[in-house]
């Protein structure tokens, strides 16, 4: 006769500190970070850091050449002690981890999205993102801070080339979600996300329209309304993050990309990296 054994019971979830289940931790982003960069931004969210630089190439991609088009990409990596043990360096090991891989070509079909590309010219804009610590969301605060540099480094070139309209056609920005301990939470910090339920990145545009939805049932399947509850959260987070890029980005760029929203999105070239 066997003996049947209980399933261990899982760890109470973690308490947050200071904040609500559908509060950001504290944001702040510093412009002009880099004195080298077209643009740059020092992102923290909580204990995350992110640098962001943005650096102009004056030639486009070799399946862009002679289209008139350019183009936004990304690179992503996280300094070895970003987190609470040291990580090697990608170099160190010979090849870029599949992670780097999937998070940076995130990041540069997201702020494509929100980039009329055959207005950049044939030209690439280069987006560094460097977590300098690491506590959960380190994606999603790329994406937001990454957003900030390539609006500076588009300005810059606004007034180099002369055009008449900044090519950003809307604001951008990324937020994790979650659902912990059968709660949903914004924002989760590496304790939470550990743990999570469900645990979903969500990158959406001003106007409110999704460019991505990364949502993993970690332990059990989550259904549509739990879908719904969690992307209305994510929303109302990310347009808090945008409050705050309003906030540290110069009135005259706000201003620019407000007027550019008015205009016909442009369609964006059906190509991938």
């Known amino acids: 006769m066997t003996q049947e054994t209980a399933s261990p019971t899982p760890p109470p979830p973690p308490v947050r500190q200071g904040r609500g289940p559908t509060e950001l931790r504290a944001v702040r982003i510093e412009r002009a970070v ?81 980039v009329d590309l055959a207005a950049l010219g044939e030209r690439t804009i280069w987006l560094d993102c460097d977590v300098l610590q690491a506590d959960g969301g380190t994606r999603t605060a790329a994406i937001t801070g990454a957003f900030v540099a390539l609006a500076d480094a588009l300005w810059r070139l606004r007034a180099e080339q002369g055009w008449a309209h900044l090519p950003l056609v809307d604001w951008l920005a990324a937020v994790s979600v979650g659902i912990v301990g059968g709660e949903v939470r914004l924002d989760l910090e590496y304790a939470e996300d550990a743990v999570a339920d469900v645990d979903m990145n969500v990158v959406m545009t001003g106007r409110g329209a999704l460019v991505e939805v990364q949502g993993t049932a970690e332990h059990a399947p989550f259904d549509v309304q739990q879908a719904g509850q969690l992307l209305a959260v994510a929303r109302a987070g990310i347009e808090r993050l945008m409050a705050v890029q309003r906030q540290v980005l110069a009135p005259e760029v706000v201003a620019a990309i407000e007027a550019r929203r008015d205009l016909p999105r442009p369609v964006p070239p059906a190509v991938e990296e």
Do not use: H
Request: a positive charge; proline letters at 5%.
């Open 34 to 114: 880099n004195k080298w960069a077209e643009g740059s931004a020092l992102i923290e969210l909580g204990d995350t850091r992110v640098l962001c630089t943005a650096s102009v190439e004056e030639k486009a991609p070799p399946f862009l050449r002679g289209t008139g088009s350019g183009w936004v990409t990304a690179e992503y990596a996280m300094l070895p002690r970003s987190t609470r043990e040291r990580t090697p360096r990608d170099i160190s090991r010979g090849r870029q981890a599949g992670r780097s891989v999937e998070i940076q070509r995130l990041i540069g079909r997201s702020l494509r999205a929100v």
